[in-house]
């Protein structure tokens, strides 16, 4: 058993070293792939940066009414905390912080001073900024807020205003997540096909070899084993050329397309997810390779 | 050692290939099978081997009924006869030496007897200096050379030579089937399909004849006659 598995690594490699055209093409076309599926994975991180970042921008703010009391805020506060436990944060902001805070974010700006200074008292309204883990919680807030026990002592809210920029964004996150995985599905299916068709040419060369083995009485496992160890030889170069080259390209292009994702360094997601990232392409190489080579094979032993 | 029992092989729709053929091949015997060009030579060779199924009939080796081998019996079966095509079917992408070893890998011979047997049949065969040459290197002659030294280096019981003279000249005709000779003075049983009447006729061994895929002759000191 073990003298046959050397024999058939001896004859994968000797048969690798003679055919080096086919195995160059096949090479070739192993890569693109495994360079598809790091994009892909790199593009899936960077829509989900951007989407947490737009996520973490959107809130429900409840304006509260000029005469309630503190007590009262914090009371619709905790059941508001008490809601849903997506609700990821309820922040009070009373009317001087709310002075305060517009204050510091125009103090270059001296006509915002002037007018506060000629309203003469805090036009400011108490309000609880609320944030959520998914876009859809907000509208439940905002009708609890509107529409329940505590709806006298507010305001107004600002969801409505909101409410078209929250379903654009909870729709554009469906659709980038809908339209990586239709567009990841097809760009796999493409190469497979792209695959399979390269290593049928290499294969096809050897069709009458295949057939002359049979004849002699070779065992399929003792056919088919140098043809699909070399599927996995040509899908190992493959992913060693993919990684050099999605390195290099990362850490080349990462600085010059930085002011597009401002936060997110892709040569920074590239290294902590290097695991992942050897693994796909070391998974569809060697794995693409491998199939590859043993549904053709096969299909040439029915004899 | 071989039995054929009533086989009958048609192709669709009609043809009729072989026709309630019936013989026995024992064990020592030198047998030409001999016939026109689509008499059923070469069906008789695939039907042994198991590459087709008669569609009617049984065949026989080593008393085991080919017809019920499972897939991986074949393959033992396919061992133990040496074939030797008429277009050679060499692996075009090993050398001489490779080709002659790779039927003993398949065998799971050891290392040090398959380099033993290899080399002492292609120094037999003539093709020694070409162990490291790949067939595409080689003249017509060599390559039929090569495909016999690939049948007969696993020793195997029987050797089935199909039109092994048909691209030879008469030179190199003469070398084939002295190996051949050979092969069957030291016990091995030789299945010879050919259309050479003067091989044949030198031979003086037994001769079965087919015409239209029906045994016509089997005589046991033959000769070429249609």
Redesign the interface.
Known sequence: MM??FK?VLKFAW??FS??RSNNFAAIFVLALPILLATSLFVFQGISEYIIYEVKGKMDVTAFFQQDVAESDILRVKDELIDLSPEIKSVTYVSKDQAMENFIARHQNDPDFSEALEEVGVNPFLSSLDIVTDDPLQYEKVAFFLEAGPYAQLIDKVDYSQKKDTIEKVFSITANVNRFGLVLGIILFLIAILVVLNTIKLSIDS?K??I??????????W?IRGPFIVQGIICGFAAFLICFVISVSLIFLLSPNIAFLTPGFTIAHYFTSHLLIVLLIQLGFGVGLGALASFILARSYLK? | MIKFSHVTKVYPPNTVVLDDVSFEVNVGEFVSIIGKSGAGKTTLVRLL?G?EKPTSGEIFFEEANVLHKH??QL??????IG?IYQDY?????KTVY?NVA??M????EKESKIEEEVNKVLEITGLLEKANNFPDELSGGEKQRLAVA?AVVNQPDVIIADEPTGNLDPYNSYEVVSLLKKMNEAGNVIILATHDKEIVNKLGKRVITLEDGKIIRDDKEGRFML
């Open positions: 003298n046959n024999r000797t048969d003679r055919n050897s009458d070899e057939t002359t083995m049979k004849l002699v009485g070779a065992s399929d003792f004899v | 081997l590459l897939h991986h393959q033992e079966l396919r061992q133990k074939v079917r060499l692996l075009p992408n490779e790779y039927v890998l398949v065998k799971g690939r």
